[in-house]
């Protein structure tokens, strides 16, 4: 069998890396597309390989040769690959369709070398490679009826994304025999560009055969194998996490993209702290109603917003302030108004990463669960020179909950010293507790203008892409402040209609907690099962646990977890505070999805 790659294009649209090279030249992770082709074509037995150059054909012909691990190396060169697209650069190389069985591919594809295999191995002659459609996907889509046979190709200008869930993507990975090239390809290869040109793509003359009664052509679908095209920088920059050179080099390109996960749909995120049951079904398809209102038109600006955030949480507009999530109100607070912060560690460190260093006066738990009360902060800081003091209240990433009659005493406590007190309560709603819980009342703000209370919208919401959070405080100067610093149109309109249209659905949020808590108290049980996790009680929508085996670190485990099942979670065992121990945090998500990690974790020591 022999290999024909399709690899004269320009790759414009890769800009400045293809200014002086083709693209199956660019490198992910140090090593050429196009020496992973040829490893992988080696690996599967192929006998020759033709290449279709074109553009910089000098420099391929240079770095490739004449052979390549056994494989002869056969160029055929597209002179006019400038004014042509690939239908004419497979013209050029029909006389090797018609010599021997083949596989076609194009030049700007990575995989694994087991997609090959794949195709390779099953028994069927003529084959394309298909793939489940996906978000990242683009390009030519195929349905198949239940014998894979190809119903239809469906060009970008045909796209229905109502249609979505019959999609495949062609991978661009083609199997054809030698008959098949002789009796079908080939002659309507000729026909079609004898009749419309050559300014068009091969997967044309395969739309036309599948037309045919008795079509030769079937789908092969992947089984989960990965590839990725790369047509564009985002496709080289996830190319390169997807393809890292190591599991461990891998698992740090993922985790440190900090978010965009829809890009990666096998992965399964307990990385980041979400509510798995809000928002309602109802809710989405009502602002799934109102898109092309939404996408169209400006938001409103900031008085506006604050306003409706106002009405969101039942506190005074004067009182508060909205923000392009809670991360831009913590950084713009930080920044200007904190002073010397005392901050209770391990913690969200959005808020000590934005402050000085000599700014921060950090209190160490001396327990081992890094649980702290009330009480241990006022005698750490009874003698400590601070202007302000934090409680994430529960603590990010031990789910320490400090009662609400404890933290009002905080309140009063810090009043007295006249230090600014911070709350953040964006885990607040998860706590498994009677009574009140929220500093955010609008009397209690009014009567202590040192407080401000940040809540983050996406955790307990379950909207983190509407990009939501708001700071509260009664002091009005410090608010009227943080308005005026913030851009005018800081909230985009999907936001802003969803803070207008939360309150009929306040009862599906009440329930969606209620089945959150119970959620957490199966998977803690599950977790303690474990051997080698202690798992630290939480009263958010986490786990801090401890990893405490011999045989396995808390690194190597997010490692395994990603290389192995597709789970991402966050190892804390960098973080400064654990002096070196071995600790994961794992976010609740839904039954099923935690019942996997469970599963998963049981597997690994």
Same mark, same amino acid.
């Given at each position: ?11 414009? &649209? ?17 090593? &050429? ?79 694994? *070398? &087991? ?16 793939? @489940? ?87 092969? %679908? ?13 496709? +080289? ?41 809000? *928002? ?15 996408? &169209? #038109?400006? %938001? ?7 306003? +409706? ?14 923000? /392009? ?31 000085? @260093? ?25 003698? @400590? ?78 909207? %983190? ?11 009005? #100067? ?58 630290? %009680?939480?009263?958010? /929508? ?32 960098? @973080? ?30």
């Amino acid at each position: 069998m022999q290999a024909i790659i399709l690899a004269a294009g320009m790759g414009r &649209r890769l800009g400045e890396l293809t200014n002086n090279n083709t693209k199956c030249m660019l490198e992910v992770n140090g090593t &050429r597309l196009i020496n992973r082709a040829l490893d992988a074509l080696s690996e599967v037995g192929i006998d020759r390989v033709v290449l279709v150059v074109g553009y910089k054909a000098e420099n391929v012909r240079e770095w490739v040769g004449q052979s390549y691990k056994g494989m002869e190396i056969v160029y055929v060169e597209n002179s006019v690959y400038d004014k042509t697209n690939n239908i004419y650069s497979l013209y050029l190389a029909k006389d090797y369709l018609l010599a021997d069985d083949t596989l076609l591919l194009e030049s700007d594809l990575i995989y694994e *070398p &087991r997609v090959l295999r794949h195709i390779v191995d099953d028994e069927y002659p003529n084959l394309a490679l298909v793939d @489940k459609y996906e978000s990242w996907m683009d390009g030519t889509v195929v349905t198949l009826d239940e014998e894979r046979r190809i119903v239809n190709f469906y060009s970008r200008k045909q796209f229905c994304y109502a249609d979505i869930d019959s999609y495949y993507k062609t991978v661009n990975i083609y199997k054809f025999s030698k008959e098949f090239s002789a009796t079908h390809y080939v002659p309507f290869l000729e026909a079609y560009c004898h009749a419309l040109g050559n300014n068009e793509y091969y997967e044309q003359v395969l739309k036309v055969i599948t037309l045919l009664d008795d079509s030769p052509l079937r789908a092969l %679908p992947l089984d989960g194998q990965k590839w990725y095209e790369i047509d564009d920088i985002q496709d +080289l920059d996830i190319a390169s996490s997807i393809f890292a050179r190591s599991d461990a080099e891998r698992y740090r390109a993922i985790a440190s993209r900090f978010g965009g996960y829809w890009r990666y749909p096998r992965l399964l995120d307990f990385c980041y702290l979400v509510n798995p049951y809000f *928002p309602p079904q109802q809710m989405v398809d009502e602002i799934k109603s109102s898109f092309d209102t939404l996408l &169209r #038109e400006y %938001p409103s600006g900031m008085r506006v917003n604050s306003l +409706l955030a106002a009405k969101y949480f039942g506190v005074a507009q004067q009182h508060i302030v909205v923000g /392009n999530g809670a991360a831009e109100l913590i950084k713009l607070y930080m920044e200007n108004h904190a002073g010397r912060m005392g901050v209770a560690f391990p913690t969200f460190e959005e808020y000590p990463n934005r402050a000085a @260093k000599e700014d921060i006066v950090a209190y160490l738990p001396e327990s081992d669960t890094m649980q702290y009360s009330a009480a241990d902060i006022k005698r750490f800081y009874a003698d @400590k020179a601070i202007d302000t003091l934090l409680i994430i209240n529960p603590d990010n990433p031990s789910g320490n909950y400090i009662p609400y009659n404890d933290l009002l005493d905080l309140v009063a406590w810090t009043k007295e010293r006249g230090i600014g007190f911070v709350v953040d309560e964006s885990f607040v709603d998860f706590v498994d507790v009677e009574g009140e819980f929220s500093l955010l009342v609008d009397a209690l703000l009014a009567a202590n203008p040192h407080l401000c209370v940040v809540k983050s919208i996406s955790k307990s919401y379950g909207v %983190p892409g509407f990009r939501l959070g708001v700071l509260a405080s009664g002091n009005t #100067e410090l608010i009227a402040r943080m308005k005026r610093e913030v851009a005018i149109w800081n909230i985009n309109s999907f936001g802003e209609f969803y803070m207008q249209i939360y309150e009929k659905y306040h009862g599906d949020y009440l329930r969606a907690c209620r089945l959150f808590r119970e959620e957490r108290a199966l998977f803690f049980a599950e977790l303690s099962e474990i051997p080698y996790l202690r798992v630290i %009680p939480s009263q958010a /929508n986490y786990f801090l646990c401890e990893v405490i085996s011999d045989s396995i670190t808390a690194t190597q485990l997010s490692v395994d977890l990603l290389a192995r099942y597709d789970i991402l979670i966050k190892d804390c065992s960098t @973080k400064a505070a654990f002096g070196g121990r071995n600790f994961i945090r794992l976010a609740v998500r839904d039954r099923n999805d935690n019942h996997r990690l469970v599963e998963a974790l049981r597997t690994m020591c």
